[in-house]
């Protein structure tokens, strides 16, 4: 660690939660008030259809009460984040957050309320306007309901939600509390134990003994209950598929994508293009390859380190600093915007006993944004900040520009602010460096992200759109058909690589196969990203311009359309094609040096 206790505890390196609530008693009173602005919501059931005067009073009575409950959830969040062993964070944490649950249940009735309204009253409100901050809102409301059912189909729906989630609490429950890891080996024969946490640290090992362990130790656990696991797979893809078809979807995917209208052959053309790729991927590893001296190179030696050189410890400032420089391509007005994560203090930096891991950016509509680090001096700490700041400026300037009901932006464009943030950092840094081992570094950080999130992230896309494919066929998900369709694309896309044993079961443990097709969103974001940062590194004004707009646009409209009014058309493959060339240069100047 780079810096004492004492930094850690000097209220200059913690969040200014304060600026939130000054004291309890504030929070205490706000709290007081939810029961009345519930009120103010509940007296309009019933009427929502009458004019468009009387809708915009009680979305407006809605709007408060969000904005209300949502300041107090976020100070209660921070504060117990704070320090995890102390009650009075948890305690209100705790109380907020069953006071959230009592609101949405009373105002279950809310928008299934809107959306029994006919075409033609929504019509009339959308075109109100008095009603504009909420027409993006009706205007989605009116859009779904076409896959309405009628009001007794719905209430049957929603009586089956419950059962119908089972086979992801099975997962949950599996995963989190009874599965239990046999401790594994290093290469001296030494006992370590493993969980899923250290699953992460040994897979960094320089010992290849203690990496190739982890990976059997791990995923046989995995292999080992892979019958149980694809009965519980099988049951979550086939509540994907029946709903879909209860609510006359053409299919699963399409009923996923139809929120962010995203048509299916963004979802495909994202795999054609990482295929694509492959040959790049392939490059990567044989680089690998050759750096580590292995030549049986397996799935286990992915994740070491190449090379012994770890860049000097970088004191917060510095890295602060250095976020700064990296990000003037966006112009004065964004770094003077961003200064203020410093002056304003959204940071809580550094790592102490008690607080919350990891790294986030939070707040809320009535709060600036607060960011939680556990600074620890190492290079990717500096990129984690450079990611948090992108989130925490894309939020600012949303909540700057939007009114509430517009101001989330959804998830398909979240990681695009915190990529562009962090591969302008990484510009920077190759460009301010002469140092040929300091290059390597960035350039292999560089790849493992690009490797991580681009191909790893579109391998599990495919994954998911083959199994809910295979159910829609007819074809039974059994453990052998999962494993197997799962090693068939391992190998597709690391084609001169060993599969460690059990690793074919690797579909077993990943959560995100239970929330419908949500992966890719990471790397079709993570694409976008090296479309504005190469651009805006290399000084295109326009699309900085854009770029800047684009934070300011929160939810504003449908994701593609947003992105198109940034300059960026991801119903063509050409910038997901820019992604393959930046990570194609990085490998030049790799192979150069
Ligand atoms: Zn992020």
């Known amino acids: 660690m780079t810096t004492s206790q004492n930094h850690a505890d000097n209220k200059e390196n913690q969040w200014n939660l304060e600026?939130?609530?000054?004291?309890?008693?504030?929070?205490?009173?706000?709290?007081?008030?939810?029961?009345?602005?519930?009120k103010q919501v509940t007296v309009f059931r019933g009427r929502l259809g009458g004019t468009p005067d009387q809708l915009k009073n009680a979305l407006e009575q809605s709007t408060k009460l969000e904005r209300l409950v949502e300041k107090l959830y976020s100070f209660a969040h921070h504060r117990s984040d704070e320090d995890t062993r102390k009650t009075e964070g948890q305690a209100i944490q705790a109380r907020i957050g069953s006071k959230l649950s009592q609101v949405s249940a009373e105002l279950a009735w809310f928008?299934?309320?809107?959306?029994?309204?006919?075409?033609?009253?929504?019509?009339?409100?959308?075109?109100?306007?008095?009603?504009?901050?909420?027409?993006?809102?009706?205007?989605?409301?009116?859009?779904?309901?076409?896959h309405q059912r009628t009001a007794a189909e719905e209430e049957i729906l929603s009586l089956l939600s419950d059962p119908l989630s089972a086979a992801h609490k099975v997962?949950?429950?599996?995963?989190?509390?009874?599965?239990?890891?046999?401790?594994?080996?290093?290469?001296?024969?030494?006992?370590h134990p493993l969980d899923h946490s250290s699953y992460r640290k040994y897979l960094e090992s320089r010992d290849r003994t203690l990496r190739q362990n982890t990976m059997t130790g791990y995923h046989g656990q995995f292999f080992a209950h892979r019958n149980t696991l694809a009965a519980s797979l099988e049951g979550a893809v086939k509540q994907h598929v029946v709903t879909a078809k209860i609510r006359k979807y053409p299919s699963a995917i399409e009923a996923s994508l139809f929120s962010d209208q995203i048509p299916l052959s963004v979802y495909n053309g994202l795999i054609e293009v990482a295929h694509e790729g492959l040959p790049l991927m392939d490059r990567t590893i044989r680089l690998r390859k050759k750096a580590l001296g292995i030549s049986d190179y397996r799935m286990s030696d992915n994740d070491v380190a190449v090379g012994e050189y770890e860049p000097k410890?970088?004191?917060?400032?510095?890295?602060?600093?250095?976020?700064?420089?990296?990000?003037?391509?966006?112009?004065?007005?964004y770094v003077q915007d961003l200064?203020?994560?410093?002056?304003?203090?959204?940071?809580?930096?550094?790592?102490?006993?008690?607080?919350?891991?990891?790294?986030?950016?939070?707040?809320?509509?009535?709060?600036?944004?607060?960011?939680?680090?556990?600074?620890n001096g190492r290079v990717g700490e500096?990129?984690?900040l450079a990611h948090e700041l992108g989130h925490s400026m894309h939020s600012l300037y949303s909540r700057k520009y939007q009114p509430y009901s517009l101001w989330q932006y959804p998830i398909f464009l979240a990681e695009i602010a915190s990529t562009t943030n962090e591969l302008l950092l990484y510009f920077y840094l190759m460009k301010n460096t002469t140092k040929r081992e300091e290059k390597e570094y960035y350039l292999n950080y560089f790849f493992k992200s690009f490797r991580g999130t681009f191909f790893r992230q579109t391998q599990f896309a495919e994954f998911e759109r083959d199994i809910h494919a295979f159910e829609e066929q007819g074809e039974p998900l059994t453990a052998q058909k999962l494993c197997d369709h799962y090693l068939k694309l391992i190998t597709q896309y690391y084609p001169n690589v060993q599969v460690d044993d059990g690793l074919s079961a690797e579909w077993a443990r990943i959560p995100h196969?239970?929330?419908?097709?949500?992966?890719?969103?990471?790397?079709?974001?993570y694409a976008a990203a090296h479309f504005f940062a190469r651009k805006i590194y290399d000084g295109d004004l326009a699309i900085r311009d854009k770029y800047l707009e684009f934070l300011k646009s929160g939810n504003c409209a449908d994701p593609l359309i947003t992105l198109q009014k940034a300059g960026l058309d991801l119903s063509t493959k050409d910038p997901l094609?820019?992604?393959?060339?930046?990570?194609?240069?990085?490998l030049d100047e790799y192979e150069r040096l």
């Open 19 to 38: 600026s939130l609530y000054p004291s309890s008693q504030s929070w205490e009173q706000d709290f007081a008030c939810i029961d009345e602005a519930l």
């Open 577 to 586: 094609r820019t992604a393959l060339k930046v990570f194609e240069s990085a």
């Open 171 to 191: 997962f949950n429950l599996f995963e989190n509390a009874d599965l239990k890891f046999p401790s594994v080996r290093d290469s001296k024969g030494q006992e």
């Open 313 to 333: 410890e970088i004191p917060y400032d510095e890295g602060f600093h250095l976020v700064a420089e990296a990000v003037r391509p966006l112009g004065s007005q």
């Open 111 to 146: 928008e299934p309320e809107l959306l029994a309204l006919p075409e033609s009253k929504l019509q009339e409100f959308i075109s109100s306007p008095d009603l504009k901050d909420y027409r993006r809102k009706l205007e989605v409301l009116k859009r779904a309901k076409a």
């Open 513 to 525: 196969f239970y929330y419908d097709f949500y992966v890719y969103k990471y790397a079709t974001s």
């Open 339 to 375: 200064l203020k994560a410093k002056t304003d203090r959204w940071v809580d930096v550094y790592p102490r006993p008690g607080k919350c891991s990891g790294a986030y950016s939070g707040g809320c509509y009535d709060s600036h944004p607060f960011i939680l680090m556990n600074y």
């Open 382 to 384: 500096v990129f984690t």
